[in-house]
């Protein structure tokens, strides 16, 4: 009996897909609760004249399964004599692209259904793409309503040419060409005699047999590690699954990143004691020292696996916001999740024709090759290479949505070649030397919310208190090192990402920093606490935008009220409030005076 | 190395989830309905972290109106285990008198529903493992391997995040709740054959043994205890019975059999309806329509 077999099953519907899985199951005997249903099918399915509908076995299942979620990919379990399968069922639209993606990424193999009449379509090479993006080495190509063509041999080949020409550079392991007629049951579960030009298994059979164990067995050992399991003293376990090849008691391994050697101690295959643990198992690993190693990091006996903070990758966006420049996500590759931040947009892909198209913002089910950089050094691997370790989602920090999925192309060489100089002069040093604490005070609000007053108002005071500061101010920024930068959302994200780290800098060289920028969208001030650091305090002017309008120091509520700004915030663009800003002050509620009080107060205990 | 078996494989995939939520939540717990599903799901539990114990505790929801048989099994297993063990009763649905035999679909509502939404806030959990699997119920064929829950707890099953490979994304905002499901890809027969392999221990009254029971609406129904009054033209009998899924025991049906070994349940349950030996698989009822609708319920 052979392992579990997951695979798909995409093309639209009228490609017959419902008809040849039913046809399947139907004919290998497959299907079928008990007898009552049995009998219950059988008077559906005989009643057009004789003619057997086999897609009313599983639409039938299907409606009763569906309960009007039609757009997500279903599980569906069966056992032949030899074999357990999993089939994930997908939406064929492309508008569900994401919901297929899901089924692909989960499966070892595909079965994509074309029409004989209408050959390779737009939505054939979309899926086959998409398969081969989510790893997906072998596919079978099912030819079906051959019946439709008099079982042309030549139609067939025509078909066969085109789907191999086109799937030339994807990769695979295996292709397999199959002509059949779902309804009819050609080639389905037996050979057929209209087919004798055809020479290869039936469906079914060849679905038992197929071998889709990856070869990453005779790869080298990697185990990206899940959890450190400590439950005493004397025992230290690094548990995960291992991704590739294998590991026997005494064998060498690396750590990584922190690049420690060390020899396998002892190995557990789920709760036994083992000698040798191999790829896919559930284990657990004792080093015989103590190496530094937690969550994320990875045990392996490949000195060459990148240990870097920069890679080329193809990604799917799945978000139904989009994708621009500049935007920090939280990365979870392996078992490690840290942020990142997409750098540049390099081109879009035809995700049907497979085109390069130029691009800077990315869409819903639209493919992107750009370049990501991770906040740290961490462990990855081209995808093709390992899966595992070259597969990753972004996570959007702010409404925690998995917005893509990617694979690594490559790392970029940059990442190890542009190293960070140690110098001698140290941050702790210079503030030590300032006898301050250096914090960024990062005054977000509504414009005429009072926020450069204030910032003024605190800055005078910490001076007079023997500090050293720098304010950063919006308007006055925009005239200097932001003066590029226009108000589109890219440059509106590149314009904070500048003022963080110059205000970083600022703290670096020991300073208390004051910047004072609208700032309306959370995920922005977060990239910026997340840039930041530790020393950042978000202080939120709360002034209500009525007195915010009424004020209108500069004129500029009332030139938006006119039509005469675009996206001016709490006119025509959205203000998000901080859910929890480290210190909220209302000047339409206190004085200037007592407002700055208050934020001396607050911050006391961090200057000192 | 060998190629792994697929009971191995749902093994692996199982930990691997279980493992997941304990290294990326901040409070998770397992819910055990002592049934043979929350069975395996504890066992799994048990290997994924040895020779730790689970770092997680175990929550059942009780109904007051499970066998006594159960019972005993949980807080015998628990003190085994050396596994902390939650109980819930909804006492306010106690204090009504609310019961299976007065208050029908209200009852599961109150007793069942109610109080799992009770415990799981009093308690501030954010991840909860179920035993539910894909093949048992029809909603849950498209339902994720970690199903988010808004702050009432309520499922959107037309707007599930994406879940690729196995990368499960656990980020959560304030008030919302994950229902992670490590069996997702099991089958009935694959827990029965699991079961069998790894010689897991399940409640007796999946056994066939001479009990007191009545028929009652087609249904044999056990007296399990004196809260449930017989009717004048109702009889206990002794037959020799068993239950194919475990819940509250007036709502329970028992089958007639003579299965009293687990090779001859597993005979019983997966080879009963073809005599020549066709693999019966995609196999809806055989869950119950008691265990579902606790399924239901529940989730």
Not at chain 1, 17 to 26: A, D, E, F, R, V
Not at chain 1, 192 to 203: A, F, H, I, M, V
Not at chain 2, 156 to 161: A, E, G, V
Request: hydrophobic letters at 35%; one cysteine or more.
């Amino acid at each position: 009996m052979k392992g579990l077999l997951k695979f798909l099953t995409c093309g639209s519907v009228d490609d017959g897909k419902s008809t040849l899985i039913g046809h399947m199951l139907y004919d290998a005997k497959l299907l079928f609760a008990d007898q009552e249903k049995a009998l219950e099918l059988d008077s559906k399915v005989g009643s057009r004249g004789g003619e057997i509908d086999y897609s009313l076995l599983l639409d039938g299942l299907m409606a009763e399964r569906e309960q009007g979620i039609t757009i997500d990919v279903a599980y569906r379990y069966f056992t032949s004599d030899n074999r357990s399968f999993i089939v994930a069922d997908t939406p064929g639209h492309e508008e569900y692209t994401r919901n297929m993606a899901v089924g692909a990424s989960f499966a070892d193999l595909a079965v994509i259904l074309v029409d004989a009449t209408k050959g390779v379509i737009a939505q054939t090479k979309r899926h086959a793409r998409i398969c081969s993006l989510m790893g997906i080495n072998h596919i079978v190509l099912a030819v079906n309503k051959m019946d439709l063509v008099d079982y042309d041999e030549a139609r067939f080949n025509e078909i066969k040419q085109e789907f191999e020409q086109f799937t030339y550079n994807f990769n695979l392991e295996s292709i397999q060409v199959i002509p059949v007629s779902a309804t009819a049951g050609d080639n389905v579960t037996k050979l057929s005699e209209n087919t004798p030009w055809y020479d290869g298994k039936p469906l079914l059979q060849y679905l038992e047999d197929i071998d889709v164990t990856d070869q990453m067995d005779e790869a080298a050992f990697t185990l990206p590690v899940q959890r450190v399991s400590r439950p005493s003293h004397q025992f230290r376990g690094f548990q995960g699954q291992v991704e590739s090849g294998q590991i026997n008691v005494g064998d060498e391994v690396i750590t990584l990143p922190s690049k420690e050697k060390a020899n396998v101690k002892s190995l557990l295959v789920s709760d036994q004691e083992s000698g040798e643990a191999g790829i896919g198992q559930a284990v657990t690993v004792q080093l015989d020292r103590e190496v530094d190693v937690s969550r994320g990091d990875v045990l392996t006996t490949n000195e060459e696996l990148n240990v870097a903070d920069k890679f080329t990758t193809t990604l799917l966006w799945m978000d139904g916001d989009e994708l621009v420049e500049g935007r920090n996500y939280l990365v979870k590759l392996g078992t490690k999740t840290l942020p990142g931040t997409v750098m540049k947009i390099k081109h879009k892909i035809d995700i049907n024709t497979g085109d390069d198209v130029p691009a800077d913002k990315v869409y819903k089910n639209e493919l992107v090759v750009c370049d990501i950089a991770l906040s740290e050094k961490a462990v990855f691997d081209k995808f093709e290479n390992n899966e595992a370790l070259g597969g990753f989602i972004l996570i959007d920090r702010v409404s925690n949505m998995t917005s893509a999925a990617g694979v690594v192309n490559h790392a970029l060489r940059r990442s190890s070649n542009v190293v960070w100089q140690d110098t001698d002069i140290t941050r702790p040093i210079r503030s030590q030397q300032k006898g301050q604490q250096p914090l960024t005070l990062w005054f977000t609000g509504l414009s005429g919310s009072g926020k450069s007053t204030l910032a003024n108002e605190v800055e005078k005071r910490l001076v007079a208190h023997g500090h050293h500061t720098m304010l950063l101010d919006g308007d006055n920024v925009r005239h200097g090192l932001n003066q590029n930068l226009g108000f589109k959302e890219a440059d509106r994200v590149e314009n904070i990402r500048r003022i963080a780290e110059v205000s970083k800098l600022m703290n670096d060289a020991g300073l208390i920093t004051l910047s004072s920028f609208i700032s309306p969208y959370e995920g922005d001030r977060q990239n910026a606490r997340d840039i930041i650091g530790e020393s950042f305090i978000e202080i939120y002017v709360s002034t209500p935008l009525e007195v915010c309008e009424e004020r209108d120091v500069k004129g500029l509520y009332q030139k938006a009220r006119d039509g005469e700004i675009p996206n001016f915030t709490g006119v025509t663009s959205p203000y998000e409030a901080p859910q929890n800003p480290d210190i909220e002050v209302d000047t339409s509620q206190m004085s200037l005076d007592e407002a700055t009080d208050y934020i001396v107060k607050q911050i006391q205990q961090q200057l000192a | 190395m060998k190629e792994l078996t697929h009971l191995d494989q749902l093994e692996a995939e199982a930990i691997y989830i279980i493992r997941e939520v304990a290294a990326e939540c901040e409070n998770p717990v397992m819910l055990y309905s002592i049934g043979k599903d929350s069975s395996v799901m504890l066992h799994l539990a048990m290997k994924a972290f040895y020779p730790e114990k689970p770092p997680f505790p175990l929550l059942h929801v009780n109904t007051t109106w499970k066998f006594k048989e159960m019972i005993d099994f949980r807080d015998r297993k628990a003190k085994e285990l050396g596994i902390e063990m939650f109980e819930h009763i909804n006492q306010e649905g106690v204090e009504k008198g609310i019961n299976p035999f007065d208050h029908g679909a209200s009852y599961t509502d109150v007793m069942k529903t109610q109080a799992l939404k009770q415990a799981l806030d009093k308690h501030g959990f954010d991840a909860v493992f179920g035993g539910g699997r894909r093949d048992e119920e029809k909603s849950r064929a498209k339902e994720r391997v970690f199903s988010f829950r808004n702050e009432n707890h309520a499922w959107d099953p037309k707007n599930q995040k994406p879940e690729m490979w196995k990368l499960y994304n656990t980020h959560i905002n304030k008030g919302e709740s994950m229902r992670v499901f490590p069996l997702s890809n099991w089958t009935e027969k694959d827990i029965w054959q699991y079961i069998r392999r790894e010689n897991i221990e399940i409640v007796p009254l999946y056994f066939a043994k001479e009990r007191p029971v009545v028929e009652r609406d087609g249904n044999i129904v056990m007296v399990d205890d004196d809260r449930m009054s017989i009717g004048e033209d109702e009889k206990v009998e002794h037959k020799k019975v068993r239950f194919r899924t475990l819940g509250c025991y007036p709502l329970t049906g028992g089958v007639e059999s003579e299965a009293d070994t687990l090779d001859e349940i597993i005979e019983e349950t997966l080879g009963a309806v073809s005599s020549e030996r066709t693999s019966r698989v995609i196999d809806q009822e055989a869950a119950g329509s008691m265990e579902r609708r606790k399924r239901e319920g529940y989730f």
